[in-house]
């Protein structure tokens, strides 16, 4: 356009010195000429009229351009200014006016910086030092503030120009777009993507990505926790964690193609760890499913494999470990349960012989040495005391020892069952089995029932024999050891001294199933009649138990092995004594009020303590003792404590010493020593007799409790 201009202009100079020559040469002009003359400025005059034409739609077009500008540049969607090397706003349009919150002509003249937040002074600083320094395009983001202080993100892309008119000082133009929305969202997406990234950190479960090749392409850091750095296993592949015997089974799985209800839930494998060295492993519980880019011609490709493997081996060592308390827990019912059939047979069987055990000892005192009727009655009273050593088994495994436990040596007890006929009678039946013996001479004692550890003995000779086939050795033996870890099948051993009575065979050792319930009262695999009632093994149990002793059970195919262990007593072993005669412990004719709900019961307590020179009252029940002591006063009561129906023994003696609060009395029972005795005792009851009792028994705890 401006050009064009200049050529119209020149055209009008030109005709002008036209004229002006002309004009000087009119006078020289021929008169003939003048009409050629005249025509040829009619021709120069509607030619400058042409030329102010065109010269005026040029303006017009100029100026209609300009508008144009100023409105495209004024209502642009961008923000655009210019400002001076000095930082000075030089031009702005509507719309940067606007973003910043002033009048357009107010802009011009004012500081950009002005309109910069305070933190992002530096940004701007940077972003006009890179302009000057490279004379190249530059971008930044920053935050900046509108004339009321609100803030706003926006970024700017800037030049540098020379403008001619301000004397070609360099002036940076830029354009201004308010992205605070975008911003806005980046800032969330960031903080949704950091939440998230927080969450798989703190899940303990692997959270794993695949490409369709089945490499890794990201893993959560629970990784760490088997010995792995999320690093190191991007781009391997996956089934280089699985344990080689678990891999064509989890190869589908784990690499999962499926989506939806058809994808993996909860299958389990085995997962290689670093933890350990060899080779270890954990199982996992596998979920996966496919992933797929967004459907093209209805089917979309696939893209890989997302899943979470989550550790159950701890789960299922608890569930291991649950199953076997579980077991361990039903064992004991089950043994509770024939305890209290045991135990309530013992009772019954206790008080019948009572009068097989008591009247033969009667009988024998008024028998002369020479007759005739006297081995037999010798006869019926060692059977009375074999059932009643029988009922002594029952009763263990009822978990209640009734007699007396006091200081012992394994090495004696041992000693004793090699000498007696019961023995002797074992050698019989396995006359192909050697037994030998290594017993520590500097055995420690333990505290205990004589009778029950000597059964234990025989119980597990028995026991030993019975594993061997054919020929074969057992070896017994003692010694002393000291304890500070727990043994096999106990979380918690007190630790401290023990002395251990081992007995070991080389028989064919017990299957894993059978070992986990040989001490189950009436389980065996031998020959029942010939090997016994099944009641062996239990009855060690439950002595060792009742003993606060432990028992290890070691066993392979080349023979079994079993060590009870019992905590030593530094208390000396006393002096037995032989039968004492009847005049040592008979009484001086003090009176007896015998309580028992059983007639035969009362009967022989009171032909005994008759004998025993007392004098014998009997009644059927508690309440009939109360009403007896209420008008007649007695030396000692003979209080058996379980009757029925009725109140018991022990609400019997609460009764009574509220009538008179110094009553003596000796509590009896057919079964084991238990609370409601002890409770008895607490109260001012004297020693607890276990029935059938012996005249020297029950003699000499009279003849105490009546000194007390």
Not at 27 to 54: R, Y
Not at 369 to 390: C, F, M, N, W, Y
């Amino acid at each position: 356009m401006l050009k064009k201009l200049r050529k119209q202009a020149e055209k009008r100079l030109l005709a002008k010195k036209r004229l002006l020559e002309i004009d000087a040469n009119l006078s020289n002009t021929p008169l003939k000429n003048i009409d050629d003359l005249i025509h040829e400025l009619e021709v120069h005059q509607i030619e400058l009229e042409m030329q102010n034409e065109e010269l005026r739609q040029s303006q017009l077009d100029l100026e209609a351009a300009r508008d144009k500008y100023a409105n495209l540049y004024n209502f642009a969607p961008l923000g655009y200014f210019s400002i001076s090397d000095k930082g000075l706003i030089l031009d702005a349009n509507f719309v940067c006016a606007t973003l910043l919150g002033i009048e357009r002509g107010r802009l011009t003249g004012q500081r950009f910086t002005n309109f910069i937040a305070k933190d992002d002074q530096d940004v701007f600083y940077l972003h006009r030092q890179n302009l000057f320094n490279t004379k190249t395009e530059q971008v930044c983001e920053l935050k900046l503030k509108n004339k009321n202080g609100t803030e706003f993100y926006a970024q700017l892309e800037s030049n540098v120009v020379n403008d001619e008119e301000a004397g070609n000082y360099s002036v940076i133009r830029s354009s201004l777009c308010d992205i605070t929305e975008r911003k806005q969202a980046e800032m969330a997406l960031i903080a949704t993507k950091q939440e998230i990234e927080s969450i798989v950190k703190t899940v303990p479960d692997i959270i794993y990505r695949l490409d369709p090749n089945g490499r890794i392409t990201f893993v959560s850091d629970s990784v760490k926790r088997y010995g792995y750095l999320p690093e190191e296993l991007i781009g391997t592949n996956v089934m280089k964690m699985v344990y080689p015997e678990d891999k064509k089974n989890t190869i589908h799985r784990i690499k999962e193609r499926r989506t939806g209800d058809r994808s993996t839930k909860s299958f389990e494998t085995r997962l290689i760890t670093k933890n350990q060295m060899p080779v270890s492993f954990e199982v996992f519980i596998i979920s996966a499913e496919g992933l797929y880019s967004p459907a093209t011609n209805g089917q979309g490709t696939f893209m890989g494999t997302q899943g979470i493997a989550r550790d159950i081996s701890e789960r299922m060592l608890a569930e291991e470990a649950l199953r076997q308390s579980q077991e361990k827990i039903t064992r004991l019912q089950k043994m509770e349960s024939l305890g209290l059939l045991a135990g309530g047979v013992a009772h019954d069987l206790n008080n019948v012989l009572s009068g097989i055990v008591g009247y033969p000892e009667l009988l024998l005192l008024d028998l002369p040495g020479d007759s005739k009727l006297r081995k037999p009655i010798e006869t019926i009273q060692t059977a009375g005391h074999r059932a009643v050593a029988i009922v002594q088994d029952l009763l263990t495994v009822a978990r209640g020892v009734a007699t007396m436990k006091e200081p012992l040596s394994l090495n004696d007890i041992t000693r004793d069952y090699l000498r007696s006929p019961e023995f002797y009678k074992f050698k019989e039946y396995h006359p192909a089995v050697t037994l030998k013996t290594n017993l520590d001479t500097d055995l420690l004692n333990i505290s205990g029932s004589v009778v029950h550890i000597r059964k234990v003995v025989m119980n597990l000779i028995s026991n030993a024999a019975e594993a061997i086939e054919g020929s074969g050795t057992i070896a017994l033996s003692t010694v002393n050891r000291y304890i500070d870890k727990p043994l096999r099948g106990y979380d918690d051993v007190k630790t401290g001294k023990y002395a251990v009575l081992a007995v070991s065979d080389d028989g064919s050792g017990i299957s894993s199933e059978d070992l986990e319930r040989i001490f189950e009262p009436f389980y065996t695999k031998k020959v029942m009649g010939r090997s016994g009632t099944g009641l062996g093994l239990a009855v060690v149990w439950n002595v060792v138990q009742d003993h606060k002793g432990y028992v290890d059970v070691q066993s392979t195919e080349n023979g079994t092995t079993f060590e009870l262990h019992f905590p030593i007593t530094r208390e000396a072993i006393a002096d037995r004594e032989s039968s004492l005669p009847i005049g040592d412990y008979k009484g001086a004719g003090e009176t007896i009020l015998v309580v028992d709900d059983i007639a035969s019961q009362r009967e022989i307590a009171c032909d005994m303590l008759s004998v025993l020179g007392y004098k014998t009252t009997a009644v059927s029940s508690g309440e009939a003792a109360v009403e007896y002591l209420q008008a007649h006063a007695v030396d000692l009561i003979l209080l058996d404590m379980i009757m029925d129906p009725g109140i018991t023994g022990r609400e019997t003696y609460e009764r009574v010493i509220k009538i008179n609060p110094n009553q003596k009395a000796i509590i009896t029972s057919g079964f084991a020593e238990t609370d409601e005795v002890r409770e008895a005792q607490r109260l001012g009851a004297g020693r607890f007799i276990k029935k059938p009792f012996t005249l020297e028994k029950i003699g000499f705890a009279l003849k105490d409790e009546l000194k007390s």
